[in-house]
């Protein structure tokens, strides 16, 4: 089926996670969609206003569709976790903040100590079109043109992601509409190949938050009326917009294996392409562009097409794309295809709607759950099949009920499409990962005590992360599938050790589940514990840095623990200012100040930057109506001199 070269530059996927409208993590994901759940709703005020813009059928400055795809806790964010100031995280793009924090849960999921990463050539690629926020900006007037703005550009998505996690390999941002993350995914796949990248996280990030391009293809006519995306139906009509974060971790095969990583797919291969000219229009979409694409794609992966098991389609409920979609797979993927086994075509725009730059990204993460957990969900809305698909020649099923995977003498084969309005059509060709050959079961005594450490950087998020670890490993919790040895070894090689910290010592699941529980005492030690467990939890505890790996025989197996429990508050601009009674100097050590200080403090070692010194003049600005000069902002060098230099100004102007 592919060769000793294709399995040479495979990829693996060692790491994913979400943020999608109904589900804030893979496993409520994989769950919305074998419940065969729609999680679109109602257009929410706090995007727009929808009432004013609502009408039967599309009209000037009219939407004509109130339902779309919404994420949860659009504006909250762990700032403090970041390094970020309340101001500089009011003022950043929730793109940039939801993306941070999902592309850290990637990395735990995958097992990944980003603190071990920084410095290393990984790769950020990042797919995404909106810059809603800081257009949303620019209409408050010229006042609103400040310095601060050039962080949300949109090419800085992925640098803010490279930045905070000091990652020093390619960081782009690729915009080709609604193919972008999938062709993030084909860029990142291309980097490792060639050894640009030693590990890349490719990721779509798409935040609807104005309802200017709503109103646009409403007009156009690809939105539903009722907000239904109805692919492959006979009644489809478009789609509903909506939100979506994706994150994939992505690491070559062969190093993956070597380093002991859990493989939760396989890339083989993938392709782009444009349509070029063959069609009339360049907005129209091309059947021989895609027809192209998904050769190209399936020669990469030295994968026989006709072998495929599922596709997730680009299947946005179009009338006149889905039709043309499904003959471009039914001709190439359906040539040779035995008429028992027809491939198998569904779209998680049915349940969540089409996330635009980010929908490829989440049709990728649902098929990588498909070939993980050997399902295939029901695509949503379709009660008759579209008579533009001629269904008897084609052998094409949209699955209508969850579908075991069939069992073959291979690893499930799947692929996913993206198509973009910029003529871009992309695919990705996944196999299912190997399962590792049968060994006997090698778990130690049930009397072995293993140490599981945990840490958080503020007290309050390490109290959570305990709770959430008492649920794990207690009676029916997730943590009974997997050993005792496995979850202590991933919580203590394969996770960053923060600054507050506990530790506890146990023989089984709940003896450490007991130990963790606000009774317990943290730093809890059984009777007859070895003295390297004694030594290495007392080192822990006192904040020194432990080998871990000495208390295994040998490398444990990456099991799923819970995440990190993000401590976020809402950050919105406008939100949190000052009140009159506040001096400017503690406005800006309030807003900006990354660390604790006192009078003697310098500024620069806290945090005050020069974009905070030209945040501190608009401020004094406003309050005394005075004209500011530069330069002495630029001469203030403390915390005290501050002080005395804003409480003269403030003085002066009253």
């Not at 129209?284 to 990469?300: F, I, M």
Request: aromatic share 6%; net charge negative; hydrophobic share 40%.
């Amino acid at each position: 089926m592919y060769g000793a070269n294709a399995e040479a530059r495979s990829v693996a996927v060692v790491g994913m996670a979400c943020r999608l409208p109904g589900a804030r993590d893979i496993d409520e994901f994989w769950q919305l969609l074998c419940d065969r759940a729609d999680a679109t709703a109602e257009s929410s005020p706090d995007r727009y206003d929808a009432d004013f813009l609502d009408a039967p059928k599309p009209e000037p400055g009219a939407m004509g569709s109130r339902r779309a795809g919404y994420v949860d806790g659009l504006a909250d964010f762990d700032a403090e976790f970041f390094g970020m100031s309340s101001s500089d995280a009011a003022e950043l793009d929730p793109q940039q903040r939801l993306l941070l924090m999902t592309a850290w849960d990637a990395l735990e999921e995958a097992g990944l100590r980003p603190d071990l990463l920084a410095g290393s050539r990984t790769g950020v690629f990042v797919g995404a079109t909106r810059a809603d926020f800081v257009e949303r900006a620019f209409r408050h007037g010229p006042q609103a043109m400040t310095a601060v703005q050039y962080l949300n550009f949109r090419s800085v998505i992925p640098a803010q992601v490279s930045y905070a996690f000091d990652f020093r390999g390619p960081s782009m941002l690729i915009d080709t509409a609604c193919a972008s993350s999938l062709y993030a995914v084909h860029s990142a796949v291309q980097s490792l190949r060639v050894r640009e990248s030693s590990l890349a996280l490719a990721a779509g990030v798409n935040l609807v938050l104005r309802p200017d391009e709503g109103i646009m293809m409403g007009h156009a006519g690809t939105l539903s009326p009722d907000g239904r995306s109805r692919f492959g139906d006979a009644r489809a009509d478009g789609h509903a917009p909506s939100d979506g974060v994706g994150v994939v971790v992505l690491k070559r095969l062969a190093d993956a294996i070597a380093d002991g990583d859990r493989v939760h797919a396989v890339i083989a291969g993938s392709a782009v392409g444009t349509d070029g000219r063959t069609t009339d229009q360049i907005l129209n979409p091309s059947l021989t562009g895609q027809l192209d694409v998904l050769r190209w794609a399936y020669e990469d992966a030295g994968v026989d097409p006709s072998e495929v098991d599922y596709v997730e389609a680009h299947g946005t409920g179009s009338p006149l794309l889905d039709p043309l979609e499904l003959r471009a797979l039914g001709e190439v993927l359906g040539k040779g295809r035995p008429d028992h086994r027809p491939l198998l075509v569904g779209s998680a725009k049915s349940n969540i709607g089409h996330a635009e730059a980010a929908g490829g990204m989440a049709g990728l993460i649902k098929t990588v759950l498909c070939l993980r957990n050997g399902q295939i969900p029901a695509s949503l809305h379709v009660d008759e099949p579209t008579p533009e698909v001629d269904w008897k020649r084609l052998p094409v099923r949209i699955p209508v009920d969850l579908h075991d995977l069939p069992s073959l003498d291979r690893p499930a084969l799947a692929g996913v499409s993206s198509q973009g309005v910029s003529a871009l059509n992309a695919h990705v060709v996944l196999r299912q990962a190997d399962r590792p050959l049968a060994q006997p079961p090698q778990e130690p005594a049930s009397d072995t005590p293993y140490v599981l450490a945990l840490s958080a950087r503020s007290p309050e998020a390490l109290l959570d992360l305990a709770a959430a670890y008492v649920t794990y490993l207690g009676a029916g919790g997730q943590g009974a599938a997997h050993s005792l040895r496995d979850i202590c070894y991933s919580a203590t090689v394969r996770r960053t050790h923060h600054t507050h910290r506990l530790a506890v010592v146990g023989a089984g699941h709940e003896e450490l589940a007991a130990a963790l529980a606000p009774e317990g005492a943290p730093g809890h030690e059984p009777t007859g514990v070895p003295a390297p467990l004694v030594t290495a939890t007392e080192h822990y505890l006192a904040g020194k840095e432990v080998h871990w790996e000495a208390l295994f025989d040998e490398p444990g197996t990456v099991v799923p623990l819970p995440r990190y429990p993000w401590q976020t508050r809402r950050y919105w601009p406008g939100e949190d200012r000052a009140t009159g009674t506040e001096s400017a100097a503690d406005w800006l050590l309030r807003e900006h100040a990354r660390t604790d200080f006192d009078d003697a403090s310098r500024l620069a070692d806290i945090g005050i930057d020069s974009l905070a010194r030209l945040q501190l003049i608009v401020e004094l600005s406003r309050q005394t109506g005075l004209e500011i000069d530069p330069e002495e902002v630029g001469r203030l060098g403390t915390v005290g001199e501050l002080r005395l230099w804003t409480d003269s100004l403030e003085a002066g102007a009253r």
